[in-house]
């Protein structure tokens, strides 16, 4: 009796759970290897066959932009921003934010440099984690002398400024380090 050689087949996911899980399995792939990463490196990675791709993605340029999409996609944060245990002291809440926000940005920074966008998140993609930030800083307003949408504009402002690697070419400044800069700024205090 001859042996046969019995490959395991993906379990069967409606086309909408395969396009998510083969995107996951291209993000990491097309982080290290940009557009040039295979089809076949992407199948190996979701533990699919080839020709499944296919059956979700017309081709591989729509994979490529299905990966770019989730990148920018502002769900993952906005949740992950209104997950952060609201009974922490504020800064601790905000450093939360800030580590939150470098992730996203340099996770996008990376896909964009990997396979070479070059255009602009569509517009409102950046609202959502806004409002999410916003209310962060809304539930603690009795300790801002400014109001809480300055306050978050101005945390997300220091947040890239102080994270992109163009911007800040040395060591990246840490989210408690960021937090502290807004909430305490830079002036000696007085000693009475």
């Given at each position: 009796?001859?042996?046969?050689?019995?490959?395991?087949?993906?379990?069967?996911?409606?086309?909408?759970?395969?396009?998510?899980?083969?995107?996951?399995a291209a993000?990491?792939?097309?982080?290290?290897?940009?557009?040039?990463?295979?089809?076949?490196?992407?199948?190996?990675?979701?533990?699919?066959?080839?020709?499944?791709?296919?059956?979700?993605?017309?081709?591989?340029?729509?994979?490529?932009?299905?990966?770019?999409?989730?990148?920018?996609?502002?769900?993952?944060?906005?949740?992950?921003?209104?997950?952060?245990?609201?009974?922490?002291?504020?800064?601790?809440?905000?450093?939360?934010?800030?580590?939150?926000?470098?992730?996203?940005?340099?996770?996008?920074?990376?896909?964009?440099?990997?396979?070479?966008?070059?255009?602009?998140?569509?517009?409102?993609?950046?609202?959502?984690?806004?409002?999410?930030?916003?209310?962060?800083?809304?539930?603690?307003?009795?300790?801002?002398?400014?109001?809480?949408?300055?306050?978050?504009?101005?945390?997300?402002?220091?947040t890239l400024?102080?994270?992109?690697?163009?911007?800040?070419?040395?060591?990246?400044?840490?989210?408690?380090?960021?937090?502290?800069?807004?909430l305490d700024?830079?002036?000696?205090?007085?000693?009475?």
């Amino acid at each position: 009796m001859l042996a046969t050689k019995t490959t395991k087949r993906a379990k069967a996911l409606p086309p909408d759970e395969r396009r998510a899980a083969i995107v996951a399995a291209a993000l990491p792939l097309m982080l290290q290897h940009g557009v040039g990463v295979s089809t076949r490196q992407i199948a190996e990675a979701a533990c699919i066959a080839e020709g499944t791709i296919f059956r979700v993605f017309p081709d591989k340029e729509a994979l490529v932009a299905a990966v770019v999409a989730s990148a920018f996609d502002p769900a993952p944060v906005e949740q992950a921003l209104e997950a952060i245990d609201r009974t922490l002291p504020f800064a601790d809440q905000l450093t939360q934010a800030v580590v939150i926000m470098q992730r996203r940005m340099r996770d996008i920074w990376n896909i964009t440099a990997a396979v070479g966008v070059t255009s602009a998140p569509r517009p409102g993609t950046r609202a959502a984690e806004f409002a999410a930030l916003t209310a962060i800083c809304e539930r603690h307003r009795a300790q801002l002398s400014r109001p809480p949408k300055m306050v978050a504009q101005t945390l997300r402002g220091l947040t890239l400024a102080l994270t992109h690697p163009a911007l800040a070419p040395d060591q990246p400044v840490s989210p408690a380090q960021i937090v502290s800069l807004l909430l305490d700024g830079v002036r000696t205090r007085p000693t009475c």
